[in-house]
């Protein structure tokens, strides 16, 4: 599939803040990395052939600590008081017709101007964020009665600091996996959008 691209109209007015439905965007994700037999199959993302994703386009700008952010994923409806939780349950089905498990959200200006491996990497990094909650053992959890996988917002596979590994080696949570995967290039294209992400940004703290 061609790659989506946000509306042109998301553009006329910059003052007006626009959050426009981009389900092309979550049908191309579908087809191109989770579904079974999708062009660019990754395993990894194969819990989320069962979940509902929404995803949105925004022309509104915005940042973190000085860093640009465009690209965020969070669960459909986050923890909020009682009213804000129904307008955002009442904006989502107004937007996707249901509450999504996941809500994605892109920077319209980033995603029509980057290349086509930095779209994809984006769009992987958010996905990636989209996981499935793990037992105290690290095996997947599933739901008893529908036998469907336990959603929940994922960290990264690396929770460690710079300055422990240099001075204790990368023997700490994934480390070596990271190291072995840096070490044997990209399997795609080499880019980087950590720094760009809402959600690993709420999370650096």
């Known amino acids: 599939m061609k790659r989506p691209m946000p509306p042109d109209g998301i553009f006329d007015n910059p003052a007006e803040p626009v959050f426009y439905p981009a389900r092309d965007l979550v049908d191309w994700s579908r087809e191109t990395f989770i579904n079974e037999g999708a ?8 819990h ?11 022309n509104v700008p915005n940042g973190r600590a000085g860093r640009r952010v465009v690209g965020q994923c969070e669960m459909g409806v986050p923890p909020m008081g009682k009213w804000g939780r129904a307008r955002m349950e009442r904006q989502l089905l107004d937007w996707f017709g249901e509450v999504p498990t996941f809500l994605l959200t892109f920077d319209a ?17 958010e996905l990636y964020h989209a996981g499935q909650e793990r037992d105290a053992f690290g095996a997947p959890r599933f739901n008893k009665q529908t036998g469907k996988p336990i ?29 072995a995967a840096a070490n044997a290039g990209p399997e795609i294209a080499r880019v980087d959008v950590t720094r760009a992400c809402g959600t690993c940004q709420l999370r650096a703290a």
């Open 39 to 46: 062009v660019l199959l990754n395993e990894d993302h194969r």
């Open 48 to 58: 989320l052939r069962w979940a509902s994703i929404g995803a949105l386009w925004t």
């Open 109 to 125: 200006e980033y995603t029509a101007t980057c290349t086509d491996a930095e779209f994809m990497a984006l769009v992987e990094h």
């Open 151 to 179: 959603y929940g917002i994922r960290g990264h596979d690396v929770e460690e600091f710079v300055g422990v590994v240099r001075r204790y080696g990368d023997s700490a949570a994934h480390v070596e996996e990271m190291v």
